[in-house]
């Protein structure tokens, strides 16, 4: 484990997620970075196909919600 320094404004902007996310800074910090390892590593797939894999991966069922009708 060690220490990672980054710009006040991207630690700013940490800070805010977590209150969505009810993450801590760090976990909030740990996800940004898989995801965006993740991201990287599989250019084609878009972070939602991204994110359905992982949560498939991890066992959790995903419902899909019904399209609104127009």
């Not at 894999?53 to 419902?63: K, N, R």
């Amino acid at each position: 484990m060690g220490i990672v320094s980054i710009d006040d404004d991207l630690h700013e902007q940490l800070r805010k997620a977590t209150k969505v996310s009810c993450r801590s800074i760090n976990a909030q910090a740990a996800y940004w970075i898989r995801i965006g390892m993740l991201c990287e590593a599989n250019p084609t797939l878009s972070y939602t196909e991204i994110l359905a894999h992982e949560m498939s991966a991890a066992g959790v069922a995903m419902p899909l919600l019904a399209a609104s009708a127009a």
